[in-house]
Every structure is written in structure tokens, then in C-alpha cells.
């Protein structure tokens, strides 16, 4: 990986970004889905660490009156960027991420590897989030490492640790 073009795009985030990595700061879905696209010509590799929002609000027709007591959102799914990677670049080597809740490992497996076929990935770090002080909102976490086979490794620790080991790890499989 030395000497190869690194970018970054993001959204909102909560730590610092580097300043050697190329970045591309967008502000919605849309956006992202443009950025990741259009960006996938010459990648070798594309690690997806977070998931813009599934779904979004249907916009109203017309505008909506103040004197409701109630109102009711429509929501319409929105496309998911890690299905159209590798029907853009067949050759890229896919890594994602999927967070779910209050689920036992086995069910976090298989959700996992269902999802690792739906976008035709390579591997997925797959990590319950509501498990106590790991996840969104802490420096720790409990992951599982995945691969359409199985789960190939699985770590606790602070994230910074992981994330260094998912990039080895990457680096030596790819």
C-alpha cells in the first residue's frame, strides 16, 4: 500500500482526519453516494467503516400546516452505496462494516454474511453496538472479522488498536 493514493470521505466526524489523506467533506447521502462512485476507477481497495442513513423523509407536498395535532413522517429507503461498488469495479477489494443491536453472535454472523453477499464484499467487521461501553460513543469495541466462510478472527479493544489490525490484516490478504 505505500505510495498508493489514499482519500477519505466523510461526513460528520468526531475525531481528526489526518492531513496526508486526500478528503472529500460531504454533507448528505446523495453526495456520498457521488463521491464513493465516482471515485472507484483506480481503487484497489475501498473500506466502508460507516453507513450513511438507510432511510430518508419523503418530502411533503405543499406545505405542512402548523394547526396539526399530529402528523405522521413517510420515510423511502434509500440506495445502498456497498451494493454498487462492485458493479462499478468488479476487481476492488471490498471491506465493510455492520452494526446491529441486541443480537447474539450467531444471528450477528449471519446477518453478517448475508450482507457480505448482497454487496459481493470480501470481509466485514461486524460488532453488536448495544453491548455496554463498547460501540458508537466509546474508544472501545468488540468485533468479529468475517469473510463469506465465516468469522476469521474476532477482537476487544480500544478502536484505534483494531482498526490498526483490520489494516494489517488487509494489507496481508490482499
Keep these: 500500500m505505500r505510495g498508493a493514493d489514499v482519500f477519505f470521505i466523510y461526513g460528520h466526524v468526531d475525531v481528526p482526519i489526518p492531513a496526508y489523506l486526500k478528503q472529500?467533506?460531504?454533507n448528505s447521502t446523495d453526495e456520498m453516494r457521488k463521491a464513493v462512485l465516482s471515485n472507484l476507477k483506480n481503487c484497489d481497495i475501498v473500506i466502508l467503516t460507516a453507513s450513511v442513513s438507510d432511510f430518508a423523509p419523503e418530502r411533503a407536498s405543499g406545505k405542512i400546516s402548523s394547526n396539526?395535532?399530529?402528523?405522521?413522517?413517510?420515510?423511502?429507503?434509500l440506495p445502498k452505496i456497498s451494493d454498487e461498488i462492485k458493479k462499478i469495479n468488479k476487481k476492488v477489494k471490498l471491506v465493510l462494516f455492520k452494526a446491529e443491536s441486541?443480537?447474539?453472535d450467531s444471528k450477528l454472523v449471519k446477518m453478517a454474511i448475508e450482507k457480505l453477499k448482497q454487496s459481493n464484499a470480501d470481509l466485514i467487521l461486524a460488532?453488536?453496538?448495544s453491548r455496554k461501553g463498547i460501540g458508537f460513543g466509546s474508544?472501545?469495541?468488540?468485533?468479529?472479522?468475517?469473510n463469506k466462510r465465516g468469522v476469521v478472527g474476532k477482537e476487544i479493544g480500544e478502536k484505534r488498536e483494531i482498526a490498526k489490525?483490520?489494516?494489517d490484516y488487509v494489507a496481508k490478504i490482499f
Design 24 to 26: 472529500i467533506q460531504i
Design 102 to 104: 441486541n443480537v447474539s
Design 139 to 146: 474508544d472501545m469495541n468488540e468485533v468479529m472479522l468475517i
Design 165 to 167: 489490525k483490520l489494516l
Design 68 to 77: 396539526k395535532r399530529k402528523l405522521t413522517i413517510e420515510l423511502k429507503k
Design 127 to 129: 460488532n453488536d453496538v
